[in-house]
């Protein structure tokens, strides 16, 4: 929620009685007209995703270089279960996104978590590659001719909570092809040990800036608590 | 009887000034049956991609073995 900046203060009629007509206070209002005022100039210039920073103890201005929590589905109130999440439309300010997310899902078995950009459902425009290490051996696996990419694992929420898993978007507001890094653990079992680690690359190839994020799972199952995905943007 | 309920899906729509708002309802049928089918067509892609590579490197023995074995499983 944004709140709009006053351009300028100006307290030209003052109406609480004789006393505060007289030239003191005048000059006091005058005084905090000018220094409001003053307040109010040095405030202004921000761009959207800066914030203030101090320069010494009387300078103030803005500046880029931190990383914000642009949304999380947890603050955000979404009930779960739920079949999809989408993203609202992310700021375009900063240089890269970064999206953290635990998945448990509705099913009996774990299943995997995909992600669409802009909502972009065509199964000739995400390409990736997973490597798996398990217990006993690797594996690796191609994800091509999906209508989204593969970003992670849910579990049932019943069995061992969730997985986690986060990705890297670099440059995700330029015009361009975006390639994406990350990686996933997940412990399926702790009778017999099963769990996997896996890094995966994934590529969307559309020339356009990645606004929205939906996340659905393989097998037609709904996200169940304790899901939680959170996206931040990289200064 | 009453009406199927599809999941809940969420996502943000915005509103009369322009605000995005949160919006969480449950599937149209349409919406549920092209969500069942893309998303149960990727967990069967997925799951086969391993086995199309194994048999991607098999030999002509092996794989003259696993398609008596196919025929097999088919007759039954």
């Not at chain 2, 969480?24 to 893309?38: F, L, N, S, V, W």
């Amino acid at each position: 929620m944004s709140n709009p900046l006053p351009s300028d203060l100006a307290l030209t009629v003052i109406q609480d009685g004789a006393e505060i007509l007289s030239s003191d206070h005048r000059n006091n209002y005058a005084a905090i007209q000018n220094d409001v005022n003053q307040l109010i100039a040095a405030l202004s210039g921000g761009t959207a995703g800066q914030f203030l920073q101090a320069y010494d103890s009387s300078d103030i201005g803005w500046v880029s270089g931190v990383s914000v929590k642009l949304w999380d589905s947890v603050e955000a109130g979404i009930t779960l279960p739920v079949a999809s999440i989408t993203t609202p439309t992310l700021s375009q300010s900063f240089k890269h996104l970064r999206v953290v997310f635990q998945a448990a899902n509705t099913a009996t078995a774990s299943e995997y978590v995909y992600m669409r950009v802009n909502g972009d459902s065509s199964a000739t425009t995400y390409f990736g590659v997973h490597l798996a290490g398990l217990i006993g051996g690797t594996a690796t696996y191609a994800d091509t001719g999906n209508s989204g990419m593969l970003v992670g694992q849910s579990l049932p929420s019943s069995d061992l909570g969730a997985t986690v898993q986060e990705f890297i978007i670099p440059d995700y507001a330029a015009a361009h092809r975006h390639s994406i890094v990350g990686h996933s653990f997940d412990l399926e079992n702790t009778s017999s040990g099963a769990m996997a680690y896996v890094a995966f690359g994934q590529a969307y190839v559309q020339a356009t800036a990645i606004s929205t994020l939906t996340f659905f799972l393989a097998g037609g199952y709904s996200f169940a608590a304790p899901t939680r995905i959170t996206v931040y943007g990289l200064a | 009887m009453p009406e199927t309920e599809y999941p809940n899906i969420a996502y943000y729509e915005a509103d009369e000034h322009g605000v995005e708002q949160l919006v969480q309802r449950p599937m149209t049928a349409a919406e549920y049956h092209e969500h069942q089918k893309i998303a149960k067509a990727e967990a069967q892609k997925v799951r086969l991609h391993p086995l199309i590579e194994q048999v991607q490197a098999m030999t002509p023995d092996e794989r003259a073995e696993l398609k008596s074995i196919l025929d097999t499983e088919e007759d039954r």
